[in-house]
Each structure stands twice: as C-alpha cells, then as structure tokens.
C-alpha cells in the first residue's frame, strides 16, 4: 500500500498535513467496501449493531455537507437524507441504498468539502448554524481526521464479519 502520509516531508506545512491525513482516511472508506456487493455493503452483521457498510458511508456524507457546507461555507442546501426516521435515519434507512448512487454522493460532498476547504485561510471561521458557535477550519479538519478514524474502526469490524478481511 503506498501511504502518502509517510511521504510528507518534516517541514511540511499544516494545511498540506491535515488535508493529507483526511484524504488518506477518505481514501481508506473506499479500501474498505471495495470489492463488496451491494447486498453484502448493507449487510449488518454484527448482532449488536444496527451498523452496516453502506451506512458508514451515508453517515460521513452527511458529516462532509454539514461541517463544510452548514457550518464552514454557511450555505446548507438541506439534508442529503430523508430524516424522519430520527437523526440516524443515514445509517439505519440502507434498505434501497447502493453502493454506486451512495458512493456517488459521498464523492459529490467530498469534492464539494475540498473545494470550500480551497478556498479559505486554515483560520477562516464558519458558525453552526443553531447555536452560533465558532469553528475554525483547522479544527473542522482536525474532527473529520477524528470522525473518519472512528468509524474506519467500525468499518474493520464490519469487514471481517462480512467476508474476513481485515485492516489495509
């Protein structure tokens, strides 16, 4: 596997490290439902867990629209989900999901974040759009390195319950 991570020069400025580690960890959702059916990417196979593959990948498209565009650009054109299932509806309502339309849309909102990330100061400040608090677009991708690593771990988990595969 050639991980651009250990490429990264020790003089390497900060914007270049924090979008290299989200790309890497973009990149690896995709490692890890690659090769997998659609039946098998909606499959949750772990009894304790309503989690499946298919579902990772709605939830981060989600999370990309809403702290890029929402909080970051201030512009959310709405969900990209049918939300009256609650909150979690992205991960739980996968029965008609595929992996082409739903990945589809998660590279749709990733492009859409990089572009947004583009085009501003890594000190540029977005605001949630209910409490007004303040997020600065480090730490915006500080927690996406954050949110992607959490659930790459429930990816793995997810994979070897699926066909064995584990890990990179």
Known sequence: MDDE???L???????ALLETF???????????????TDAQLRLRP???SGLSLIGLVRHLATVERWYFQAVLAEAFPGDLFDLTGGPDAPFTDVAGATGAETF?????????????TA???????GRHPDSGREYPLRWILAHM??????????ADILREAIDG????
């Open 46 to 48: 772990v009894p304790s």
């Open 104 to 116: 589809a849309l998660w590279r749709a909102e990733v492009a859409t974040s990089r572009r947004i």
């Open 9 to 15: 020069a020790a003089t390497v400025d900060e914007r």
């Open 22 to 36: 989200l790309d890497f960890q973009r990149e690896a959702l995709v490692r890890k439902c690659a090769g997998l």
């Open 145 to 154: 390195i954050d949110e992607y690593a959490r659930h790459l771990g429930h």
């Open 5 to 7: 991570r250990f490429a």
């Open 165 to 168: 595969r584990t890990g990179e």
């Open 119 to 125: 085009e501003r100061p890594l000190d540029a400040v």
